[in-house]
């Protein structure tokens, strides 16, 4: 392998990974990226009711076998993978004293409530993401997502209760078209560029690293792919969090919608129009008709409050100085997350 701490830094701000599997920051600490699952292995849907069927019989081996969790958001990819198995376990992140994103809560408790699910909360302070996040970038041999350490306490608590499988939505967003933002509309190659990078490296370290060339593989002429830049690069970094949060819990996790796949184009239009997840929410409907359907919301975690003070790195890696008004919360976890594996494992 190759050891190379420089490039590992910007490629963990700019994708919030290491997206080469050749380079590595420190010797004896080899990260390696999940691989994504060939087409041929998924099950082709084009309808809300084959969605359903799916999961249905995806999920079906278990019931009666296994004792079963269910990580239960406030939204609708979750709360339609719970409707497929009444009566288990469900486990929902509660921050801050239940005072953040308390719509979320209220929405996950009438779903449990709907079918039969044995609401356990999981409550998550700045005290629990330190408590863990050692352990997540020590499995990772790489600075973490925020969303690892709260997946791990949630997985710990899960399996103290003799939960041994947890269900996950998160595949859902990339599969049926929920990142809408990024499929608005068809991007020129460097604006695609720019809104994808999570932090750019020069903006923060003092010798960043070129990392156009993972875009380059998807540039058609002056635009991009984009939708093949998705299925590859993001479904690698989003998925890589659960698996090693799990990982590190060894508790074993399974996502219905990770192993389907659309047999028709996605209707773009309709995404760009204001339906998001279109057929998700149809099935939504169905699962739930005493409801609206809700908007989608990313997995919850409070870094604007928990940065709100913070002043910034201090190692040498980092520019002097930064405005930290600059970054968001979630840039500015990826700095201190990355300061924090670089004081642990850097012997320099």
């Given amino acids: 392998m190759n050891i190379d701490k420089k490039y590992c830094m910007s490629s963990y701000l700019a994708f919030r990974y290491i997206d080469r599997d050749d380079k590595d920051f420190f010797e004896g600490m080899h990260h390696k990226n999940i691989e994504v699952m060939p087409a041929s292995r998924k099950i082709p849907v084009a309808t809300a009711d084959a969605i359903g069927a ?4 995806q999920l079906a081996p278990l019931r009666g076998v296994a004792k079963i969790g269910v990580m239960l958001s406030g939204g609708m990819d979750s709360a339609i993978v719970a409707s497929y198995v009444p009566g288990a376990e469900a486990y929902t992140f509660r921050f801050l004293g239940g005072d953040f994103q308390k719509e979320e809560l209220a ?3 009438y779903y449990a ?4 699910l044995n609401l356990h909360y999981v409550d998550i302070t700045w005290e629990t993401v330190e408590r863990h996040v050692d352990a997540v970038m020590a499995a990772k041999c790489a600075p973490v997502h925020s969303i690892e350490p709260q997946i791990l306490q949630a997985a710990l608590q899960a399996k103290a209760d003799g939960v041994n499988i947890m269900l996950v939505g998160e595949s859902s967003d990339l599969v049926f078209g929920g990142m809408d933002k990024l499929l608005s509309k068809d991007w020129f190659f460097d604006e695609f560029v720019d809104r994808y990078t999570f932090l750019k490296p020069e903006s923060a370290l003092v010798e960043p690293c070129e990392t156009r060339h993972l875009f380059e593989k998807y540039r058609k002429g002056d635009k991009i792919d984009f939708m093949s830049f998705m299925d590859d690069v993001f479904a690698v970094e989003s998925s890589s969090s659960y698996l090693n949060a799990f990982g590190v819990a060894r508790l074993p996790y399974f996502d219905p ?3 389907q796949m659309m047999s028709i184009p996605l209707d ?3 995404v760009r129009n204001g339906e998001p997840k279109y057929l998700i929410r149809e099935l939504m409907a169905k699962r739930y008709p005493d409801i609206p359907v809700p908007n989608k919301n990313p997995m919850p975690r409070p870094v604007d409050t928990y940065f709100a003070d913070w002043k910034g790195p201090s190692r040498k890696e980092f520019k002097p100085d930064l405005d930290m008004s600059n970054f968001t919360g979630n840039q500015k976890w990826q700095l201190w997350c990355l300061e924090r594996f670089l004081n642990k494992y850097d012997k320099e």
């Fill in 107 to 109: 929405r996950a408790e």
């Fill in 54 to 57: 799916a999961i249905d019989a």
């Fill in 257 to 259: 919608y990770a192993r």
């Fill in 113 to 116: 409530n709907y079918y039969g």
């Fill in 268 to 270: 773009l239009s309709r």
